[in-house]
């Protein structure tokens, strides 16, 4: 079983998701947790609510800080992925055990409106980050983590996050 740590600044939305919906499709294999430098302490309610309505469980989801993950007590991280470009050029902790990092930049759903705010009710953004999200969590499922050496695994997780930004054009 590997552990997954998805980081995004606020941990309110992407990481949110990230976590939700490795912790479904990689159940078994992975074990998803989320986290962020300077979490906003609620998930965003949106999110939430594409979550639920993808079949998703939210009732133990939660923002928390980075910190969580760098006690003795912490679950060992395996691999480290940020999801939002303000994590990336964020120094991030030492976690320990030195898990490899990737970066899978996915656009803010929460900014759908040019002045950052968001339509109530307006999932569009939220189902983007979702159905992008989940691209790569299925490209990270597909790979055969037994059969690659440790280095070979982390650079096919920083490959799926460059083959998704190309793809995609801004993200």
């Not at 552990?3 to 976590?19: G, Q, V, Y």
Request: aromatic letters at 6%; a negative charge; proline letters at 6%.
């Amino acid at each position: 079983m590997r552990n997954i740590l998805f980081l995004c600044t606020a941990n309110s939305a992407r990481s949110i998701l990230a976590e939700a919906i490795l912790r479904d499709a990689g159940a078994g294999r992975f074990a998803a947790f989320s986290a962020g430098s300077t979490p906003r302490g609620v998930p965003n309610p949106l999110a939430l609510q594409l979550l639920m309505a993808k079949g998703h469980s939210v009732e133990d989801m939660r923002s928390k800080s980075w910190d969580e993950f760098t006690t003795p007590h912490a679950p060992t991280i395996h691999a480290v992925i940020t999801v939002c470009d303000n994590a990336k050029g964020e120094s991030c902790p030492i976690f320990p055990g030195h898990p490899g990092q990737a970066h899978w930049g996915i656009p803010d759903p929460a900014s759908v409106a040019a002045d950052g705010t968001h339509i109530d009710g307006d999932l569009s953004g939220f189902e983007t980050a979702y159905r992008r999200l989940s691209s790569r969590i299925d490209a990270m499922l597909a790979l055969d983590e037994e059969a690659i050496t440790q280095r070979e695994w982390r650079d096919a997780l920083t490959q799926i996050g460059r083959n998704a930004e190309g793809s995609t054009g801004n993200g």
